[in-house]
Every structure is written in structure tokens, then in C-alpha cells.
């Protein structure tokens, strides 16, 4: 007797566990199925005075928030920039815009300003100067972005600038408040860190061209798709 109501006990234990876990089942399916979609959210920058490459009414645009001091800056325009460039910016599929993130250091904001003051006087110099100083890029933990390294880097590797100018906009901080400016609209658009990059205003978590590209398409193909 005594072993029969064991053996009952036994089942009731089982027949609610099962029943239990059937119960929680049932509720994250409904959960999952009833739960509204998480919509991306898209961010929206100004632009104005903003160097870009590309066709400038491009369907997509990316925004790169970037350090010139930032290694895994220096190895994205090394390695992916290119491809980007001929696969959809020379086929004017993409605008691509620059915006200053400094973060590294106070010659974070030097190197910037070189930047800044370059593409006030030479919009395509600017590009020029964007490969140059990655590539002449010094040590992460160091201050080599002075007035006088940006300078000499200019001369050596910029053609069409004003050398004086660009010294005395240096020495000046004449470009101070527009990199002040990005950094805000980089903060605002809670930018983790650099490189990143925000593909018609919405952040992708990957810096590798293919997911970059994989982002690229799908917008494209938006833009195309027929709105009913």
C-alpha cells in the first residue's frame, strides 16, 4: 500500500512537470509571436561642411567616425577602404562622409584639425591627406600628431595646399569648434568607439567589408523595392 502511494506521488511529480514545462512552452511561443519587431533605429547627422567622397545624392550613405591615431582605423582604410571605394562609391552607389571622433589623445584633435583645415582649402585634398597620415600613422600610446609632423606629412604627400595656411590654422585652432561638433553628433549617435560607421543612419556592429557590403546591398535593394 505504502509503495503504491509512492509510485503515485512518483506520477503526480512527473504528469505536473511535464504539464508545467507544455505550460511555458505554450506562453514563449505566444510571447515570441505576439512581441512587436524591434525597429533599427536610425540616426540623422548634419552634413554640412562634412568631407565626402562619392556622388552626392548616392541612395546610400555611410558615416565613418574615425581617429586618425586609431590603428584599427588605419588597417580599415588600408584594407576595405579600397574595395568600398570601387565596388560602390566609384559606381555611385555610395556617398561616403567623414567625421571626426577623437579620443586617443590631445593629438587626436591636432590631427583632426590638419584634416579639417586641409578640406577647407582642397575638398579633394582632403582624401589625399586621409590615406597619407594612416600610413605615415605613428604609435597608438605616443604624441606624433604635432603641428610640425602634420605639416611635413602635407608637403611630402598633399599636393595643392597651402603649407603657411595650414600651419597657421594649426597653430590657431581654426577648425576647433567643427571637431567639436562631430565628436557631439558621435556621441549623440552613442558611437562606442573607432572606426565606426552608421549606413543610412543605422549603426552596423562590424567593421568587415563583407558585413559592411551585406548592409550595403540590403539598403539598395530598399531603395528599389516599390513601396505599396
Known amino acids: 500500500m505504502a509503495k503504491k502511494k509512492q509510485n503515485d506521488r512518483k506520477t ?9 514545462i507544455i505550460g511555458l512552452s505554450i506562453f514563449l511561443i505566444f510571447y515570441t509571436l505576439s512581441k512587436p519587431e524591434e525597429k533599427t533605429k536610425v540616426y540623422h547627422f548634419s552634413y554640412e561642411n562634412q568631407p565626402y567622397i562619392g556622388k552626392e545624392d548616392a541612395p546610400v550613405q555611410i558615416v565613418e567616425f574615425a581617429d586618425f591615431k586609431c590603428p584599427v582605423c588605419a588597417k580599415w582604410e588600408d584594407v576595405y577602404f579600397p574595395l568600398l571605394k570601387k565596388e560602390f562609391i566609384d559606381t555611385g ?5 567623414f567625421m571626426n571622433f577623437p579620443i586617443l589623445g590631445a593629438d587626436s584633435y591636432t590631427a583632426a584639425a590638419a584634416g579639417e583645415a586641409i578640406y577647407h582649402q582642397n575638398e579633394q585634398a582632403f582624401w589625399t ?8 600613422q605613428g604609435e597608438e600610446n605616443e604624441e606624433w600628431a604635432t603641428p610640425e609632423f602634420l605639416v611635413e606629412l602635407a608637403k611630402r604627400n ?13 597653430e590657431h585652432k581654426t577648425y576647433l569648434s567643427e571637431i567639436e561638433q562631430d565628436a557631439k553628433q558621435g556621441e549623440a549617435a552613442s558611437v562606442p568607439g573607432t572606426p565606426t560607421f552608421f549606413i543610412n543612419g543605422k549603426k552596423i556592429d562590424s567593421i568587415h567589408y563583407e558585413d559592411m557590403k551585406a548592409a550595403i546591398e540590403q539598403e539598395l535593394k530598399a531603395v528599389d523595392t516599390p513601396r505599396g
Open 12 to 20: 503526480l511529480v512527473i504528469a505536473t512537470i511535464i504539464f508545467l
Open 93 to 97: 552607389k555610395v556617398k561616403f562622409v
Open 129 to 136: 591627406f586621409y590615406s597619407a597620415i594612416y600610413k605615415k
Open 158 to 170: 598633399v599636393p595643392g595646399v597651402d603649407y603657411e595656411k595650414l600651419k597657421h590654422d594649426l
